[in-house]
């Protein structure tokens, strides 16, 4: 092992008075917290812990560490989970799931970082529903790195990035996007080789829909069409549009969404997003979407 040496007194006291310093800056941070959780008592939203960081996202590092990426392997279209590592590629070699390969979707690929389950879901949910846009930053480092994978789908340097719109009574009533908010953290730090243009006005959700309970794959598609409308279809003509939305669920919204997108004119439409709902929890997320959605097909009502 190397012996560190010394040129000078000098030296010495320098590297003194750097260990001093660390120390000192160790203390106070520890200080800092301890006097944090005493006068602000807060415990993790996810599993109840006590809180002894000071962080402006009020859950705990243990809760955070369990937010994985999807590892299984997925259909290279959109992204679900495949029965098997040995699952059989078509003619092309690409892997695709069963509906896939009965049906090409509007969009060339799908992606998610992670299981909309647990921790991830609970996440999301913080930002949406309790409006805590901290949030949308660790969101975005997430789908910051879907957007790295999914970039060698582009052929060309300028991408236009168009977040999934809500629908202006919603959008009024929570006071933003949160697929906005997310991909602008995002691209905070955007992946080399491209450049991003976000264009949040190009795509608008003018129609509301109803629930979309108990109703079949087929019922739910013809519910959604013609719930978008392109605003500014010349920012669209020729252009490889990135689509993101912070869940994937059925499918259905974001291949309408990628339906209209290449009608006015896109080359090509990818998809990211944070989430997405696996086969396993299929049935309990679309009840909890649908439940989600109720209230607020009343208030439209009204």
């Not at 949910?125 to 309790?130: G, S």
């Not at 669920?249 to 006015?264: D, F, H, K």
């Amino acid at each position: 092992m190397g012996e560190v040496v010394f040129s000078s007194s000098g030296d010495l006291a320098r590297a003194k008075s750097v260990e001093r310093q660390s120390r000192v800056a160790n203390f106070l941070t520890t200080a800092a917290e301890g006097l944090f959780a005493t006068l602000f008592p807060s415990d993790c939203r996810l599993c109840g812990a006590p809180l002894i960081k000071i962080s402006r996202v009020p859950v705990c590092e243990q809760c955070l560490d369990q937010v994985r990426p999807i590892s299984k392997t997925v259909c290279e279209l959109c992204g679900e989970v495949l029965p098997g590592p040995y699952a059989l590629a078509n003619a092309d070699g690409v892997l695709r799931c069963g509906l896939c390969r009965r049906l090409e979707p509007e969009f060339e690929r799908a992606a998610a970082y992670g299981s909309y389950e647990s921790g991830l879901r609970e996440l999301i949910h913080l930002l949406k529903y309790e409006g805590m846009r901290p949030v949308a930053n660790l969101l975005g480092r997430m789908l910051g790195e879907v957007i790295t994978n999914v970039s060698p789908a582009f052929e060309g340097e300028s991408l236009l990035v168009v977040p999934v719109p809500l629908h202006s009574t919603k959008s009024r009533q929570r006071g933003f996007n949160q697929a906005e908010l997310i991909v602008r953290a995002a691209l905070k730090h955007p992946p080399a080789g491209h450049s991003f243009e976000v264009a949040a006005d190009v795509l608008q959700r003018w129609r509301y829909t109803e629930t979309q309970t108990g109703l079949t794959r087929h019922q739910r598609q013809e519910n959604i069409r013609g719930a978008f409308k392109v605003m500014n279809p010349e920012k669209i003509l020729g252009r490889e549009v990135l689509l993101v939305d912070d869940v994937f669920t059925t499918g259905i919204t974001v291949s309408e969404c990628a339906r209209m997108l290449r009608r006015a004119g896109a080359v090509r439409v990818v998809v990211a997003t944070v989430a997405r709902v696996l086969k396993g929890e299929a049935a309990g997320a679309l009840a909890e979407h649908d439940a989600e959605r109720e209230p607020m097909a009343m208030a439209a009502r009204v």
